[in-house]
C-alpha cells in the first residue's frame, strides 16, 4: 500500500486500531524517520487517547491509557542484545496483559521469534517519495500491501 503523507500514515494507524483488540501486539519495522510513530500516532486517535503521542527512543516505553484501549508503546532500538530486549518486552508484554492494553513495539527484530501472534507492519521508504505499508494480520490471513 502507498501513503503519500502524514494524514494518510494517521489514517491507516486509525483504521487498524478498530481491528485491534486488548492484548494485541503490532511490531513496528522500518528505518529511521520512516513514520513508525506517527503510525502509533494514527492508531492513538482511534483509541481516542488524549495525550501527546512521543518517541520512546530514550525512555524504551510510553504508557497511554486516557483512551478506550490503554496502549503501550515501546521502542527497542536502543537494545543491541536479546537479553536486554527480552527483558523490556516480557515486562511490558506482562503490564499489558494485566492492563488489558495494545503493545505497539518499534524496532521488534530481537523479539520477534518470541512472539507468536501479532500484527505485522513494514514501513519502506517508496522509490521517489512517500511510503510503501507492508500490514499482516496475526494469522497472516488480511494483507495489504
Known amino acids: 500500500m502507498f501513503i503519500e503523507s502524514l494524514k494518510e500514515t494517521l489514517n491507516l494507524g486509525e483504521q487498524l486500531s478498530q481491528k485491534l483488540n486488548p492484548q494485541s501486539i503490532v511490531l513496528l519495522q ?66 499489558a496483559v494485566q492492563n488489558q492494553a495494545i503493545l505497539v513495539i518499534e524496532w521488534p527484530e530481537l523479539i520477534e521469534p518470541l512472539i507468536d501472534n501479532f500484527w505485522k507492519i513494514k514501513i519502506s521508504y517508496a522509490r521517489n517519495y512517500g511510503r510503501h505499508y507492508e500490514i499482516r494480520d496475526p494469522k497472516n490471513l488480511l494483507t495489504f500491501s
Not at 520512516?34 to 500516532?41: E, I, L, N, P, R
Not at 482511534?46 to 521502542?75: A, R
Open 30 to 95: 522500518g528505518p529511521i524517520g520512516a513514520g513508525k510513530t506517527s503510525f502509533v500516532q494514527g492508531i492513538a486517535n482511534g483509541l481516542s487517547i488524549s495525550e501527546d503521542i512521543t518517541s520512546p527512543t530514550f525512555s524504551l516505553s510510553h504508557h497511554y491509557s486516557s483512551g478506550k484501549i490503554p496502549l503501550i508503546h515501546l521502542d527497542l532500538y536502543r537494545l543491541e542484545n536479546i537479553s536486554s530486549a527480552k527483558e523490556v518486552f516480557f515486562s511490558e508484554e506482562e503490564e
